[in-house]
């Protein structure tokens, strides 16, 4: 099969593609319509891709008002951070993003969905560009688009994470332009279509990128090897590429540096996987038509339209034919089966099969060609389909048994009707079969779309926001209690960890991280939850072991850990009474405004005879905002140093309560004196102790029985005197060293037989050992076992506070846990004697750790106002700029809870002076003695220089354009 170049009327195929599209878009958007829902999900989408599509189109409104006045660094995003950076990875260079200026502020939430609906409209007419470059009949392109546009990816994708279907545009427009030049056709379109991929997003950009050095690679092996113009060919090659990359550049210098100034650098390698758990490769198979599913295996979806396993029968029954698919599929396959090329395709990070993006292309051919030859099919043909479908039948019969799962049902039934319809096709010859085909193909991605949707099946629809949720959301993020909070003197706010106070998807406990991001409100929340953050903060909450860190979530809500929220200038805290970690509140807060009160009668209450007999109230539920006068200033002079081998010597409890003492600075410490870090953190003797009385080695813990658990004791708390002295303290555990090694298979299933032969207490009992055997091996496939993740749980009267390693399908999220601090509380009066002990999993674990306590007295509170007293005065904040005043008694380091960037350039004085980065992570300058004006100003490291190249390739290729005009003007005379 070859590519042609030879024009072909279209007006008509893109009609009936168009009407194609709208029956399969009721399927796909219809559901969510029909129960009330929007297309708008409450997790990725609610925390970013709409409300940074509102700012953005705020912004380039302003923009246009205002040419030249870009902000590039916000305070609403976390503790703030560069806007080109946020912007560039998910609007900036998503074309379809600015479609959004086509509608009023106040209807963000209907174009969102429009433009959900327009992108994947865009995908079936990419397809359906590149197909017809072929000598396929229409009805033949028609069923090729529906198999690329409606697949488990996309289902998903499209409404999960919209800019995904930016690649799906792409790769077919890509394919053609690259078959253009290995005609010997122009090189411009090429340069087109490069663009848009380098400026469309980074990592777009890298996969697709891959994927069209291979399908360069394999297009020359098996066709053009012997019939290539290779010099020509690679010159042509070398300008598209050359020439994009220039005029690009203006997005890519300041991507690439962010992202080499990320959190994401350094991360474990695949996740440290070297192979799948058994589950994946047990149920890959039925990935292949299981179009209807949307929980992915490490992201590998498939899942398209049931014909497709035949037209991959068909295509491997004669691959000499079809050499550039089959072995492109072959690849595939195997690259499917390695982490280590998930991690390869996303950056040598985490084992993320979004690759498979790509696959698509291929199989969706796979789908034309079977249905373009459908009349031409012999007996033979038919039989090693049929053989075929009975074996794969059998295999996802195995699957079903095994897996006891009717989501392959409908899916099967399309297969065998797609082989009966091949069937029928060749017995009796209708003049149309490819509209047979089509009409199947229609039929089966319609109910998979439907099914994807659907409630209590999919169950896809049970994310989605409800019609006018998205409203009630951001009126509401903080139960109204922001409402008259102005952010005026600058302060921050927060929450407490896992407390939600919107409940978007009804059930709280499944909502994640749903509301990290704050963008509605105008107030300064710490949390945040971007793909790209700064690098120097991830270092700084390893550093002092903040146990909610991750890699896209930095600080969450600093574990809840006093210091830190006042050293971040938390001023307000929002907690929902009825939810998690209600109680646990920080030292220095207090209720400062409420909600009213509303009773739930049938959750949560006392008792009715408690009741009755007035010995308990009933328990209200109220929003209640506390507020604390200890929050650090954003800007202000400290005097005390802390060097660097010092505080390399303190525990993380000691590195966090010794920011009140003084600065580490990466810089002069000239004319500074030592910080005293006299002992403000005391170590408390504990012991591990079982419920079944005897003492347990934390060290060399061998956990065999889910039913043991454990007390950590702290005997020196009986004696009243020393427990007297460590009132009004925070509790930490700092573990120095965590190691889980799970159970082998064989182990985990003999320790849960033993355990139930313990608990195995009646007279009588017996136990079928041959089939408990089975159900817990059973088990622990399905779950991946045996791997790596664990709790450790800790339970006070607060709640319980735990250390989680997640598991390693767990993609972008992802850490690995060493090393931890979890704070249990803050006691004002005594620390509790005992706190309950639970591991999550079966297994060893070696946990070396001290439990400390915190001392935030008077001692605390006075350095705490010290700090305050030498705030940067006067302060002002302007575009990509913030100043004030500082009278200073000596020489120190003017510091701050802003992340330090390369951008932020200050003056001191009207003098340009040298920025220091501070406590590790954030921005700072050395000050001398006296009455100085501060000015800190901020740009986007590398878009400067990435406008000079991006100009310089834009007068490039100007210059190409005129020499192409002139010379084939000349060619021509």
């Known amino acids: 099969m070859n590519f042609t170049f030879t024009r072909r009327p279209l007006k008509q195929l893109y009609f009936k593609y168009t009407v194609v599209f709208a029956l399969l878009a009721v399927c796909i958007f219809g559901t969510y319509l029909l129960t009330g829902h929007t297309f708008i999900l409450s997790k990725d989408a609610l925390n970013q891709h709409l409300p940074l599509m509102a700012n953005y189109r705020a912004a380039l409104i302003h923009f246009f008002h205002h040419p030249g006045q870009f902000q590039y660094w916000s305070w609403?995003?976390?503790?703030?951070?560069?806007?080109?950076?946020?912007?560039?990875?998910?609007?900036?260079?998503?074309?379809?993003?600015y479609l959004a200026l086509l509608f009023p502020a106040a209807k963000m939430t209907l174009a969102y969905q429009v433009i959900t609906v327009i992108r994947l409209y865009c995908v079936g007419l990419a397809f359906v560009y590149f197909a017809q470059h072929f000598r396929f009949r229409d009805n033949v392109i028609l069923a090729g688009a529906v198999t690329y546009m409606v697949n488990a990816f996309l289902l998903y994708a499209c409404i999960a994470q919209p800019f995904f279907t930016t690649p799906f545009i792409l790769f077919p427009l890509m394919v053609v332009q690259l078959e253009r030049v290995l005609k010997g056709g122009s090189a411009w379109p090429l340069v087109g279509a490069f663009t848009w991929m380098l400026i469309s997003n980074y990592y777009f950009a890298f996969v697709l990128g891959i994927g069209a050095a291979?399908?360069?690679?394999?297009?020359?092996?098996?066709?053009?090897?012997?019939?290539?113009?290779?010099?020509?060919?690679?010159?042509?090659?070398?300008?598209?590429?050359?020439?994009?990359?220039?005029?690009?550049?203006?997005?890519?210098?300041?991507?690439?540096?962010?992202?080499?100034?990320?959190?994401?650098?350094?991360?474990?390698?695949?996740?440290?996987?070297?192979?799948?758990?058994?589950?994946?490769?047990?149920?890959?198979?039925?990935?292949l038509i299981n179009g209807g599913q949307w929980s992915f295996m490490y992201w590998t979806a498939l899942g398209i339209v049931s014909i497709g396993f035949l037209a991959l029968v068909y295509l491997y029954s004669r691959p000499k034919q079809y050499p550039l698919l089959t072995i492109s599929l072959a690849l595939a396959l195997v690259m499917l089966l390695i982490p280590a090329v998930g991690a390869f395709f996303n950056g040598m990070m985490s084992a993320s099969n979004r690759w498979t993006l790509l696959i698509y292309l291929p199989l969706a051919m796979a789908v034309c060609i079977l249905v373009e030859h459908a009349a031409q099919l012999s007996h033979h043909d038919l039989w090693i389909l049929s053989w075929a479908t009975g074996i794969y039948l059998?295999?996802?019969?195995?699957?079903?048994?095994?897996?006891?799962?009717?989501?392959?049902?409908?899916?099967?039934?399309?297969?065998?009707?797609?082989?009966?319809v091949l069937w029928m096709i060749n017995l009796h010859r209708p003049q149309t079969p490819d509209r047979w085909l089509l009409a199947l193909v229609i039929l089966n991605a319609g109910f998979n779309a439907v099914y994807s949707a659907f409630p209590y099946k999919g169950n896809f629809t049970a994310d989605m926001l409800s019609r006018g949720e998205y409203q009630a959301i951001t009126a509401n993020r903080y139960g109204g209690l922001d409402q008259g909070l102005t952010g005026k003197p600058f302060y921050r706010v927060s929450t407490v960890s896992q407390n939600q106070i919107i409940n978007s998807n009804g059930s709280a406990d499944d909502l994640g991280p749903n509301l990290d991001n704050d963008l509605t409100s105008g107030l300064n929340n710490i949390d945040s939850y971007y793909s790209l953050q700064n690098k120097y903060l991830g270092q700084f909450n390893t550093s002092l072991q903040n146990n909610q860190y991750q890699a896209n979530i930095p600080i969450r809500q600093a574990d809840d850990r006093s210091v830190m929220n006042n050293f971040f200038g938390v001023k307000y805290l929002f907690v929902q009474s009825d939810g998690k970690n209600a109680t646990k509140i920080p030292a220095g807060y207090f209720m400062d405004k409420a909600t009213a009160p509303v009773i739930n009668y049938d959750h949560g209450q006392p008792s009715p005879q408690t009741i009755q007999k007035g010995k308990e109230p009933f328990v209200p539920t109220q929003t209640i905002r506390y507020r604390s006068e200890q929050a650090f200033p954003l800007l202000y002079w400290q005097g005390d140093y802390i060097s660097a081998k010092r505080y390399r010597t303190l525990s993380p409890t000691a590195k966090e309560r010794a920011l009140a003492a003084g600065v580490l600075v990466d810089g002069s410490t000239?004319?500074?004196?030592?910080?005293?870090?006299?002992?403000?953190?005391?170590?408390?003797?504990?012991?591990?102790?079982?419920?079944?009385?005897?003492?347990?080695?934390?060290?060399?813990?061998?956990?065999?029985?889910?039913?043991e658990s454990y007390q950590l004791q702290f005997p020196e708390l009986e004696n009243k005197k020393f427990a007297k002295r460590l009132k009004q303290t925070e509790l930490h555990i700092e573990f120095s060293k965590i190691k889980y090694t799970p159970f082998s298979m064989k182990e985990q299933i003999k320790y849960d037989q033993?355990?139930?032969?313990?608990?195995?207490?009646?007279?009588?009992?017996?136990?079928?050992?041959?089939?408990?055997?089975?159900?817990?091996?059973?088990?622990?496939?399905?779950?991946?076992?045996?791997?790596?993740?664990?709790?450790?749980?800790?339970t006070s009267k607060f709640g319980t506070a735990s250390v989680v390693q997640a598991k390693q399908n767990v993609l972008s999220l992802f850490k690995k846990v060493t090393n931890s601090t979890l704070n249990i509380g803050y006691y004002q009066g005594g620390l509790p004697q005992t706190l309950t002990f639970q591991p999550s999993k079966l297994g060893t674990y070696q946990l070396d750790y001290q439990v400390v306590a915190e001392k935030l007295d008077s001692h605390y509170d006075q350095q705490v106002r010290t700090i305050q007293q030498h705030a940067l005065t006067n302060l002002q904040f302007k575009?990509?700029?913030?100043?004030?005043?500082?009278?200073?008694?000596?020489a120190g380091v003017l510091t701050s809870s802003i992340p330090y960037s390369t951008g932020w350039t200050v003056k001191v004085d009207g003098q340009q002076a040298k920025t220091v980065r501070t406590n590790q992570a954030f921005l700072g300058v050395w000050l001398p003695q006296g009455h100085h004006r501060i000015s800190f100003n901020y740009q986007t490291s590398g878009l400067a220089a990435g406008a000079k190249i991006s100009l310089a390739g834009l007068v490039w290729l100007a210059l190409a354009a005129g020499i192409t005009i002139i010379w084939r003007y000349r060619s021509h005379k």
């Open 879 to 890: 575009r990509n700029q913030v100043s004030g005043t500082i009278t200073t008694p000596r």
């Open 670 to 707: 000239k004319g500074m004196q030592p910080a005293n870090l006299h002992n403000q953190v005391y170590p408390l003797k504990s012991v591990l102790v079982s419920n079944r009385l005897n003492r347990v080695n934390p060290h060399h813990l061998k956990y065999t029985d889910s039913d």
């Open 76 to 97: 609403k995003m976390g503790l703030g951070t560069d806007t080109f950076q946020v912007y560039s990875y998910y609007t900036i260079g998503d074309v379809f993003a």
């Open 394 to 420: 059998l295999v996802l019969i195995a699957t079903f048994f095994f897996e006891n799962n009717d989501d392959i049902f409908m899916p099967v039934l399309f297969l065998i009707t797609s082989l009966l």
């Open 214 to 287: 291979l399908y360069l690679i394999l297009r020359v092996l098996t066709h053009y090897r012997t019939k290539l113009n290779y010099w020509q060919t690679l010159a042509k090659l070398l300008f598209a590429a050359a020439s994009s990359i220039l005029v690009s550049a203006v997005m890519l210098v300041p991507e690439l540096i962010a992202v080499m100034n990320s959190t994401r650098t350094g991360s474990e390698f695949a996740n440290g996987l070297k192979t799948y758990p058994l589950y994946y490769y047990l149920f890959l198979p039925k990935q």
């Open 754 to 794: 033993e355990h139930l032969r313990q608990m195995a207490l009646n007279p009588g009992s017996v136990i079928n050992q041959r089939f408990t055997k089975y159900q817990y091996w059973r088990y622990h496939v399905l779950n991946g076992a045996p791997d790596i993740s664990f709790k450790l749980n800790y």
